[in-house]
């Protein structure tokens, strides 16, 4: 695969980004379970539950009164799927790449999907099925070595053994730019990453938003608790 | 404590002046119960007395009601459009912002932001009014009743929807225009002093006179404070030449206007920590009125401000009255607030001051118009309590405490007092406490006309009116000032004219109601302590303006001041002496002051240190986390302990100001108790949930193993603290690598969390060089993670040395740096744009994360945005950080001096020079740079951070605006960003769009709050999690999973 063909589809995807993150969980995740029927993965539909269910759009925090402070998240950017070709032919492996894509793609993020075997694919078409755009989730034919220079991710989700793994995050730690996050599963009979509680986490970066609420109408809240009858 | 009902004692007023002074400050955030237990005596009334009062306001109110011309379209307008109604805030918000909107487009895009958010619909059958009905919203479209066309069962049809989708926007807006100026016309008298001359003649025909008061905000600049000074000049002089001839029957009639004086127009750093202006420069500005005022036979009151500056404001009354130019007049009076708990004694301070130079002051009581901001700030500073009553019926008390104490004999002759309220109830107090006529009673002007009416005939009393001269502009923050304090439903003259609130509501004593209550304080408004309520304590933080504070806090820190601190590296406990390079450390604002001495580690003792800390990995791992959490609490407690020392080491080694060091030291206490209850939240019982093969897992977590700390010298403490403590709590230990330049404080938090009773094997400590020491740590296959904040080219070299291990990737949690843009709009109020840029890009002298850089600036209002701030810059005061007046300390080294000193120069060539701040004369003894802004034309222009005290300001044009976000995106940063606009929509879309971690509206972008704000950010700018959040604490862990029916345990290895 050419640099340019690489860039491209990095480019292609980072516009569809922002689209896809604004769409909000409960939205994406709707699409999403409608890819994964046909697929029989009872593992990514356990993870769309799960972000469905533990990672609410926004969370009010507590403050003074006249101000409201909310916590939020949102993808990450453009996550590469990618896995170590030597342990990629059993149905076990499968189930583990599929949970990764289905995870970035439900938290936000747009994905380049490395093109491991027939299943990636498959999972690929399932997507494009249910109108999921093919900017938001793209196939790539480039080797690993050559996703992991490029620093247009913002995070790799790596299936494969402990050795290719390291290498990996030696290649991704000699890139300039952002320290891209590698979120990777080494164990295919228990998936203790993939179904570790903080696992959706990892794909989304957090925002925090404060409002002086005073500003814009003064602090009625504290001024009706001030009048209280009690 | 001052015992309240001494007020009274003979010869009370005789005591020397400094006697009552002392009474004063103490009270400022004085247990609420305590004190109202001490005042209500003075303001229950007796049997015979509640008997008149209720008799007295039963029958004002009824005739106030029978009053065709009681409701007024204000008034009624309130009743419908209370501020606790989502309607009622949006209407404020247009109110305030329209008219100051230059752009057209700007206008209309918040004209269409407020119509199309609320329901409005529902308030044109709400009221009982037919006014309210018919004329909502005609009198605010039209300024006039608009017939509504009726659907065939009688309900007005879809107006408001017709109307708007009707019209085209530059005719909304041209109506929505007129009705804010209707509305304006209702408050201002006029929009010159002599119009409002003019228009005042009809009132004072009836018998009212008048006080003047000029619109406008706080001066920000001296140009400001000179065009306040000039307006009350004129002002002065036009009331001197008004010849109007008294032809009412009432004792105003016959007495000439007075004006009022807002101090904090008149210069623009009118605070505490520049009392040395204020009572110098500034206070030769008032004379210069007061002279002007006393030929001209113009009465003079100056206004009451925030708390913070009440004790200021009366020395400064005290300098004015009794200087030789005032003495003799008898007409200089002041305005108190009955909300404040200072209240009672500064009122026997005035008329002891009184008595003692003969002259009367005219003194206006009000209740007091910042409570809501009153008890905001002291919520967010941590202070010990507020300075205001928490309850409506605890300041209706203490208001009428002070006036039975204004009214006594004692005091007559002495205070001419001045009774401000629109509530019938207290005014029917007044003339019932009264036993002389010696007072006068105050309304503001388009308020509470119908209840003075009736007592200007049934008494002969004088009533003067308190009116707002000015711009309709200006009028709209003021107004919406004025409706909050009347607005909101528990208001008197909101249920004054509510036809379905019985008069007996209305007219319990509020002593009764108050003695009625369980507790005397408002138990729904917690202490600021307790802001956080069960859950764990609020950091605690000083008042530095306030005297009584001040002064103990100060008795904490002196003792610090010229300590040398002798400290070095730790290891299990031990202070390391040996294969040491000795550093000398002095105060970067003073290189002649030596802070002490550190022992910088060598590469062979980080070995020695991972020893110790693997080897306590396990026991600490496995100590419960009631015990870990309960160590970390210990240390929050110690910390605020050790005050004095910290604050000392916080100015003496990081160079930072007063209130820095104070946020600094708070922000450490709140990092150990919050990380203290999360590692308790998520780590004290296991988890149990279905699996996805419909097995049940169980989840627990534990720490990873040893974390190393790397921490930046921009927050010395607070972030040392904040990786340490997550990292502990979660059961890690910990190698600390503090940054070289404050590895002294960081020495002695570590000291105190030994002494909180972390083991000693569960932390080390090793301050030295970072290249050096950080290379070896991160290199080590022993290290489990490492939580990192300083710069992106650091991270990096720490993310390759991990990642050469040959070992599996751990967490690496990095907070690296920013190009922290504001973008403002056209709808923003300048004053507290510039207040807010001034905070976020020079406090700390710019060294911060957060910090803002780039900030944009909708073209439309650059040119009344970019004077203001250098204006406001010119009154920045840099210097020694230990002084309250110093608002900008050092920048932290000479490296980091002469990399901003080249940027400015660079910057001198390339961009638009805008302002710099003045440097002392003696700035050459440390490494000052001083606040400097430029104009450039975009924030691609510049390559890096500049962590300093630079700002670099950007016009765009309103339609440009997904260019400056494309922009600010395009840096690659995401920390902070800042937005100022009133415009709802406008707000979301910038913060959808922008990839920002931390995001401010209506505010400044710094100082982040543990638990409230939590901290970090995207791209360039950090790994995440946020410090300070729910997420952070559960990146120092690793899960262990059971599955029930296969009893395997698995861990989850990943990083």
Request: a negative charge.
């Amino acid at each position: 695969m050419t640099i340019q063909t690489l860039d491209n589809a990095v480019m292609k995807a980072e516009s569809a980004w922002e689209a896809w993150n604004a769409l909000g969980a409960a939205a994406r995740i709707v699409q999403l379970k409608k890819a994964a029927q046909e697929l029989n993965q009872p593992l990514v539909n356990w993870l769309l539950n799960n972000v469905a269910a533990s990672m609410p759009d926004s969370v009010i925090l507590p403050g003074p009164t006249g101000e409201a402070n909310s916590l939020n998240w949102s993808g990450r950017g453009v996550i590469c799927i990618c896995a170590d070709s030597a342990a990629s032919d059993t149905a076990a492996f499968d189930t583990a790449i599929a949970a990764q894509l289905f995870t970035a793609l439900a938290t936000g993020n747009v994905v380049i999907m490395q093109t491991v075997d027939k299943y990636a694919h498959q999972l690929h078409a399932a997507l494009l099925n249910t109108g999921i755009g093919d900017s938001i989730a793209q196939l790539t034919s480039a080797s690993i070595d050559e996703l992991s220079r490029h620093e247009g991710f913002h995070a790799y989700a790596f299936c494969g053994m402990p050795a290719p793994l390291i290498t990996l995050n030696k290649t991704l730690s000699q890139r300039n730019g952002v320290l891209a996050q590698l979120i990777s599963e080494t164990e295919f009979e228990t998936y203790p990453t993939l179904t570790s509680l903080d696992y959706p986490w990892r794909f989304v970066t957090e925002s925090t938003l404060s409002v002086n609420t005073t500003a814009v109408g003064g602090n009625a809240t504290l001024l009706e608790l001030g009048g209280k009858d009690h | 404590m001052f015992k309240a009902t001494d007020i009274f004692n003979p010869g009370f007023l005789d005591q020397p002046l400094s006697n009552l002074w002392q009474l004063i400050s103490p009270l400022y955030a004085v247990d609420e119960s305590i004190w109202l237990k001490e005042l209500l005596p003075l303001a229950a009334p007796d049997a015979h007395e509640r008997q008149r009062i209720t008799q007295g306001a039963t029958t004002l109110i009824e005739q106030v009601r029978a009053d065709d011309g009681a409701i007024h379209m204000i008034d009624a307008l309130l009743l419908e459009y209370s501020l606790d109604s989502h309607e009622g805030i949006l209407l404020m918000c247009l109110a305030e912002a329209l008219m100051r909107i230059p752009d057209a487009d700007t206008a209309d895009a918040l004209i269409r932001d407020k119509l199309s958010v609320a329901d409005w619909k529902a308030h044109l059958k709400n009221s009982d009014s037919l006014f309210v009905n018919a004329s909502t919203w005609g009198l605010l479209l039209t300024g006039k009743v608009v017939s509504l066309d009726e659907n065939k069962d009688g309900t007005p049809s879809n107006v408001i929807n017709r109307f708007v989708n009707k019209m085209s926007e530059p005719v909304i807006r041209k109506v929505m225009n007129q009705a804010m100026k209707i509305m304006g016309h209702q408050f201002v008298l006029g929009r010159t002093i002599k119009e409002a001359l003019k228009n005042g003649r009809s009132d004072r025909d009836k018998g009212y006179s008048y006080s003047f008061d000029m619109l406008g905000e706080a001066a920000l600049t001296a140009q400001d404070a000179d065009k306040y000074f000039t307006d009350y000049e004129q002002a002065i002089t036009a009331v001197g030449q008004d010849n109007y001839q008294g032809k009412g029957k009432g004792k105003g009639s016959r007495s000439k206007p007075t004006i009022s004086i807002k101090l904090s127009a008149l210069h623009p750093r009118y605070e505490v920590g520049q009392k040395t202006r204020v009572l110098g420069e500034m206070c030769d500005k008032v004379l210069e009125l007061i002279c002007h005022a006393r030929a001209s036979g113009v009465g003079i009151t100056i206004d009451a401000e925030e708390a913070d500056r009440l004790e200021l404001s009366l020395e400064l009354f005290q300098q004015l009255y009794q200087h030789e130019s005032t003495r003799g007049w008898g007409e200089f009076g002041l305005v108190i607030q009955a909300y404040s708990k200072r209240a009672l004694p500064v009122l026997a301070w005035l008329a002891a001051l009184a008595k003692s130079q003969g002259d009367r002051i005219p003194l206006r009581l009000v209740k007091g118009a910042y409570w809501d901001s009153e008890i905001k700030n002291c919520q967010q500073r941590g202070l010990s309590g507020y300075p205001v009553y928490t309850r409506k019926e605890a300041t209706d008390t203490a208001y009428l405490a002070c006036a039975r104490f204004l009214l006594s004999e004692s005091v007559h002759g002495h205070i001419y007092p001045q009774f401000a309220s629109h509530n019938a109830h207290t005014a029917a107090s007044v003339i019932a406490m009264s036993t002389h006529t010696d007072f006068e009673f105050q309304r503001l002007h388009g308020m509470g006309d119908a209840l003075y009416n009736r007592i200007i005939k049934d008494n002969d009393v004088n009533v003067r009116i308190y009116a707002p001269v000015g711009n309709h502009k200006d009028l709209l923050p003021y107004l919406v000032r004025r409706l909050l304090e009347n607005g909101a439903n528990s208001s008197f003259v909101h249920r004054l004219v509510d036809a379905r609130c019985p008069i007996s509501e209305l007219v319990h004593h509020p002593a009764d109601v108050l003695s009625s209550r369980q507790i005397l304080a408002n138990p729904y408004i917690p202490l600021p302590a307790q802001l956080f309520g069960d859950e764990r304590k609020n950091s605690h933080g000083f008042n530095i303006e306030i005297e009584a504070e001040s002064a103990s806090f100060d008795a904490m820190i002196q003792p610090f001041m010229s300590t040398t601190w002798q400290a070095g590296p730790i290891i299990n406990g031990e202070v390391i002496s040996t294969d040491v390079t000795q550093q000398h450390i002095t105060a970067p604002y003073n290189h002649d002051q030596t802070v002490g001495q550190i022992n910088w580690a060598s590469a062979s003792h980080v070995d020695e240190a991972l020893s110790y800390a693997a080897a306590a990995y396990p026991s600490w791992r496995d100590t419960p986390v009631e015990v870990r959490a309960t160590a970390l609490e210990r240390l929050a407690d110690l910390l605020e302990i050790n005050y004095g020392e910290l604050m000392a080491l916080c100015h003496r080694e990081a160079g930072k100001t007063l209130q820095d060091s104070i946020d600094e030291i708070r922000e450490a206490v709140d990092f150990c108790r919050y990380y203290a209850v999360q590692a308790r939240l998520a780590m004290t019982d296991a988890i149990s949930m279905p699996a996805f093969d419909n097995t049940t897992t169980t989840i627990e977590r534990q720490g990873r193993g040893i974390f190393v700390c790397i921490s930046p010298w921009n927050f010395p403490l607070a972030i040392f603290l904040g990786q340490i403590s997550a990292a502990l709590a979660a059961g890690n230990t910990v190698i600390a690598k503090p940054a070289e330049q404050t590895s002294i404080i960081a020495f002695r938090a570590i000291q105190l969390m030994l002494e909180a009773g972390i083991p000693a094997g569960a932390i080390q400590l090793l301050p030295g060089d970072g290249a050096i020491l950080g290379a070896a740590l991160t290199s080590d296959k022993r290290v489990a993670g490492v939580a990192f904040t300083g710069s992106t080219g650091t991270a990096q070299r720490i993310n390759r040395s991990l990642a050469n291990r040959d070992a599996e990737p751990v967490p690496f949690i990095a907070e690296t740096g920013g190009q922290n843009a504001m973008i403002i709009d056209s709808t923003c109020l300048p004053e507290q744009v510039v207040r807010d840029v001034v905070r976020s890009a020079f406090a700390s002298a710019g060294q911060r994360c957060s910090a803002l850089r780039v900030l944009f600036v909708q073209q439309d209002v650059a040119d009344r945005i970019i004077p203001m701030l250098r204006g406001a810059m010119q009154e920045q005061a840099v210097g020694n950080p230990e002084l309250h007046q110093t608002d900008v300390g050092p920048v932290i080294n000479k490296t980091a001096q002469s990399g901003l000193l080249k940027h400015i120069e660079r910057m001198q060539e390339s961009a638009t020079f805008i302002a710099q701040s003045p440097l002392p004369s003696d700035a050459d003894k440390g490494t000052f740079v001083a606040p400097t802004a430029f104009e450039i034309s975009g924030i691609d222009l510049l390559t890096e951070e500049q962590f300093g005290p630079i700002l670099h300001v950007v016009r765009y044009k309103s339609r440009e605006l997904d260019k400056v976000i494309d922009s600010i995106n395009a840096s690659g940063f995401g920390l902070t960003l800042g937005v100022h606009t009133r415009n709802e929509t406008t707000a979301r879309h910038i913060t959808a769009r922008v990839r920002a971690g931390n995001i401010y509206i209506n505010r400044d972008q710094v100082g982040a709050v543990v638990g409230v704000q939590p901290f970090g950010g995207q791209g360039l700018s950090g790994t995440g999690p946020k410090a300070g959040g729910p997420h952070y604490l559960k990146r120092f862990t690793r899960e262990i999973q059971s599955t029930q029916t296969q009893s395997t345990q698995t861990q989850n290895k990943q990083a």
